[in-house]
């Protein structure tokens, strides 16, 4: 009896927090990219503190102007991304008339113009397409991602002005024997691997972002700038979010130059770069910094998706990844973490209840 009513506690509290994060999607949405960003600006401030000109700088006056740069940032992406929707958006009918001329030569070229089969294929499939409002929608979905990050700039900067005082609130919060101390110790090494992560993994996204660029660029693809920074965005889904960068300016390069065999030299550089990216850099700067199965990562993928759209997706690794932390840290959850992860032996080599390592582990100052 006492364990079934725990299992239906259980299912009860997971329906509860479902709800909670489908219904204040709008709220904590931004405050988890806030709270992230302030992990990867506290690691970046203890890098900027081993400078030789920065070292000198109180590490608040570091953390500021880590947080100017962030909201630089930020304001510069929203100027780019305003300026190319709404050119996208004029463009959307030359666009879509490329696109019908491309398709009727294509026919042509095969005979099949005149074919009422044929006809009938096209008229529920490629008439439907329709650019002015692909593009609209477009534009939709990143008017509310520049909503999240403007609430988001405004959480990290309240979370960097208290972050020194964080370490004395857990030691008063949590007064008895250990207690703090085991928290503070699972916060320290959730600050030490998802910071790290999203630290190397934005660096890599930079990269694959700059190599798109210049391929674009060449090819005189319109828009190369807001394309870039899609692929690099959209790199932070795993798995899918490569295919995805791709498929967007190869589709609209389609659109822009009816040409097949433009299109097909664009996707084959593009893809290039991504393959470079995915199997050669990523694997030696990443390593295993997030010892995730790659089934749990499709599964929070699909989780996340459901609840918070594709930001959801982009932060489902770190979101993962702080909850094994945690539940490698108790006795109780500690078989949850162990069946999350991807490499167990890190579990083997230990059987008491502690933080999850990993082979670059080390405890950095903890952050908010």
Known sequence: MRTLIILCLAVFLAIMVGWLLAVGKDILLPIVIAVLSAYVMSNASRALGRWPVTRLLPSLVRRLLLLVGFIGVIFAFNGVVIVAVRDLVASAPGYQAN???????????????????WQAVRAVTIDRID???????????????????????????????????FAHKISVALPGQGQADKTMAVISDINDRIADYLAVKTLINII????????????GVDYALFWAIVIGILNYIPYFGSLLGVAFPVL????????????????????AAQMWVGNFL???????????????????LSFWYAFWGVPGAIL?????????????????????????????????????????PHPDTHHPEVSS
């Open 316 to 356: 489902a690794v770190p979101m993962t990844s702080m909850l094994a932390i945690i539940f490698a840290a108790f006795e109780q959850t500690r078989p949850l973490a162990v069946l999350l992860a991807n490499d167990v032996s890190v579990f083997e080599r230990s059987n008491k209840p502690a933080a999850l």
């Open 252 to 271: 609209m390069s389609i659109a822009q130059f009816g040409s097949i065999t433009l299109t097909l030299l664009i996707a084959g550089m593009l893809t």
């Open 99 to 117: 696109l019908e001329r491309m398709v009727t030569q294509v026919m042509a070229m095969f005979g099949t113009a005149g074919n009422p089969d």
């Open 208 to 219: 694959l972002a700059c190599l798109s660029f210049v391929v674009l660029w060449l090819f």
């Open 131 to 165: 650019m002015t409002g692909l593009i609209g929608g477009l534009a939709g979905s990143v008017g509310a991602l520049v909503g999240v990050l403007f609430m988001a700039v405004v959480y990290a900067l309240f979370l960097t002005g208290e972050a020194g005082s």
């Open 282 to 300: 990523e694997p030696r700067m990443i390593g295993r910094r997030v010892n995730l199965s790659p089934f749990v990562v499709l599964v929070a």
